[in-house]
């Protein structure tokens, strides 16, 4: 199984978030730092989520059918 990493930045206030919790958002669009568009549940980086909101640079996972395998704070 080939494991893709893809990098990329988010800052995401907290009251951007509370979307998330009201059900107006479900999904995350960025850009991986090497330009490919990336989207996902807005779940995956609840752990991440401060009083701030979420911030910093994340390392996604992925299998090489796209589908989700884990996600960790770089910085």
Do not use: C, W
């Not at 850009?31 to 910093?56: C, H, M, N, Q, W």
């Amino acid at each position: 199984m080939e494991v893709q990493r893809l990098i990329f930045k988010l800052a995401i206030s907290a009251e951007q978030y509370l979307s998330v919790y009201k059900g107006h958002a479900k999904a995350i669009s960025t850009l991986s730092i090497d330009g490919r568009r990336i989207e996902f549940s807005a779940e995956k980086v609840k752990p991440f989520l401060t009083r701030d909101g979420i911030y910093g640079v994340f390392e996604m996972q992925i299998n090489e059918k796209h589908q989700f395998l884990s996600i960790k704070k770089l910085r």
